[in-house]
């Protein structure tokens, strides 16, 4: 990424914050408060070298905490540092190094509430280690995610977690520009990448469990939520629903559509008002089953008795809709923990699959209920 230009829809966490004089964004750059109330350029090493009265090499090598400076020579560049307003460019710091304590994560969605706990989790384990987030959303586009990951990796970040767009084409493409560089795929299948950590939900006890609790309450047409073919990141859950359907004895239908609420909405209206509409859904995300409840509410369906809806995630306002929502619940914060350990190569790398349990709501509902 060149200078000056910040990465679109960019989000950075940092964990470590220095607790100094407030910074003011400007046009020209970044100003500091000084001492006399006015702005001030803060010093760069050169000035503090010079205050000091030692060479620019024994500056760099104290205040990038490095042997060579005797100690009392250390503090007294510190001194002259803090006197300044100096402080080091981490991107710098990390192009002569040639490493850095900043991790990525590109998620594919940063309007499901659900990444948003995945992130907090991941923050928390990255703030205890002193390690930097930075959090970009590649909005469904393949395009903007392999950008993103290009700009990530021409940053040198430490390691990068991904909920990537389609087969894992963005994974392969930072293990070819930061060979060695840990990766977690976060929520996807990344069939047959090799070095790659998967961090997500028990896909197969996910589909499994309400699929079965359908059957039992007598449902025998049931409609899956899926991304498109050419975007969907976890196809195994698609694999393990249309198995069920088989074995159960029930007509699958599978919804293929741009997983935001307004495709949502238009597929799921377009499904349930034409011929054998099904009796139930199964949404891939809590923050897509809203898009079902306005669809059935457009069309005078009610939810549970009319057509019965399981969503994903439990999110914390699914018990507040109307009906409250039947999901599959898993602890998304310790997903976002478990991402982040594995970048920071606090545990081997490994899959790590989150337990899910299937909570039953009143959108859940025999298909005859009245």
Same mark, same amino acid.
């Given at each position: 990424?060149?200078?000056?230009? &910040? =990465?679109?829809?960019?989000?950075?966490?940092?964990?470590?914050?220095?607790?100094?004089?407030?910074?003011? /964004?400007?046009? #020209?750059?970044?100003?500091?408060?000084?001492?006399?109330?006015?702005?001030?350029?803060?010093?760069?090493?050169?000035?503090?070298?010079?205050?000091?009265?030692?060479?620019?090499?024994?500056? /760099?090598?104290?205040?990038?905490?490095?042997?060579?400076?005797?100690? +009392?020579?250390?503090?007294?560049?510190?001194?002259?540092?803090?006197?300044?307003?100096?402080?080091?460019?981490?991107?710098?710091?990390?192009?002569?190094?040639?490493?850095? #304590?900043?991790?990525?994560?590109?998620?594919?969605?940063?309007?499901?509430?659900?990444?948003?706990?995945?992130?907090?989790?991941?923050?928390?384990?990255?703030?205890?280690?002193?390690?930097?987030?930075?959090?970009?959303?590649?909005?469904?586009?393949?395009?903007?995610?392999?950008? $993103?990951?290009?700009?990530?990796?021409?940053?040198?970040?430490?390691?990068?977690?991904?909920?990537?767009?389609?087969?894992?084409?963005?994974?392969?493409?930072?293990?070819?520009?930061?060979?060695?560089?840990?990766?977690?795929? %976060?929520?996807? #299948?990344?069939?047959?990448?090799?070095?790659? /950590?998967?961090?997500?939900?028990?896909?197969?006890?996910?589909?499994?469990?309400?699929? $079965?609790? @359908?059957?039992? %309450?007598? $449902?025998?047409?049931?409609?899956?939520?899926?991304? =498109?073919?050419?975007?969907?990141?976890?196809?195994?859950? @698609?694999?393990?629903?249309?198995?069920?359907?088989?074995?159960?004895?029930?007509?699958?239908?599978?919804?293929?559509?741009?997983?935001?609420?307004?495709?949502?909405?238009?597929?799921?209206?377009?499904?349930?008002?034409?011929?054998?509409?099904?009796?139930?859904?199964? #949404?891939?995300?809590?923050?897509?089953? +809203?898009?079902?409840?306005?669809?059935?509410?457009?069309?005078?369906?009610?939810?549970?008795?009319?057509?019965?809806?399981?969503? $994903?995630?439990?999110?914390?306002? /699914? &018990?507040?809709?109307?009906?409250?929502?039947?999901?599959?619940?898993?602890?998304?914060? &310790?997903?976002?923990?478990?991402?982040?350990?594995?970048? @920071?190569?606090?545990?081997?790398?490994?899959?790590?699959?989150? =337990?899910?349990? @299937?909570?039953?709501?009143?959108?859940?509902?025999?298909?005859?209920?009245?």
């Amino acid at each position: 990424m060149s200078p000056g230009r &910040e =990465p679109s829809a960019a989000r950075a966490y940092a964990s470590a914050p220095h607790p100094g004089a407030a910074v003011q /964004s400007t046009k #020209t750059g970044d100003i500091m408060a000084g001492n006399n109330g006015g702005p001030q350029q803060p010093g760069g090493i050169r000035e503090v070298a010079r205050l000091a009265g030692v060479s620019v090499a024994s500056a /760099s090598f104290a205040l990038n905490g490095q042997p060579g400076v005797a100690e +009392h020579t250390r503090q007294r560049i510190l001194a002259a540092a803090e006197q300044l307003g100096y402080r080091a460019n981490p991107q710098a710091q990390a192009l002569r190094r040639g490493r850095t #304590t900043t991790y990525g994560f590109v998620v594919r969605n940063f309007a499901n509430p659900f990444f948003l706990d995945v992130l907090g989790g991941a923050e928390e384990v990255a703030e205890a280690a002193g390690a930097t987030v930075l959090i970009l959303d590649s909005r469904y586009s393949l395009e903007r995610e392999s950008m $993103h990951v290009r700009e990530m990796s021409g940053q040198r970040l430490a390691g990068l977690a991904i909920a990537p767009v389609g087969n894992g084409g963005s994974i392969r493409l930072w293990q070819n520009l930061r060979d060695g560089a840990p990766v977690v795929a %976060l929520n996807a #299948t990344a069939d047959n990448i090799r070095g790659v /950590s998967r961090v997500g939900p028990d896909n197969a006890a996910a589909v499994s469990l309400p699929m $079965h609790r @359908l059957a039992e %309450l007598g $449902h025998s047409s049931v409609a899956f939520v899926s991304a =498109p073919r050419d975007l969907m990141a976890d196809p195994d859950r @698609l694999g393990h629903f249309r198995r069920l359907a088989r074995a159960l004895g029930m007509q699958p239908k599978v919804m293929y559509t741009p997983l935001t609420i307004a495709d949502v909405q238009l597929a799921a209206r377009a499904l349930l008002s034409g011929p054998a509409a099904p009796s139930a859904i199964i #949404t891939n995300s809590d923050y897509t089953a +809203h898009a079902i409840y306005k669809a059935a509410r457009e069309l005078r369906l009610r939810v549970g008795p009319a057509i019965s809806v399981v969503g $994903h995630d439990d999110l914390p306002t /699914s &018990e507040l809709l109307d009906p409250p929502l039947a999901t599959i619940r898993l602890d998304r914060r &310790e997903m976002g923990r478990a991402a982040m350990r594995r970048l @920071l190569e606090q545990v081997p790398p490994g899959d790590y699959v989150a =337990p899910v349990e @299937l909570v039953e709501r009143a959108s859940l509902q025999p298909p005859d209920a009245a």
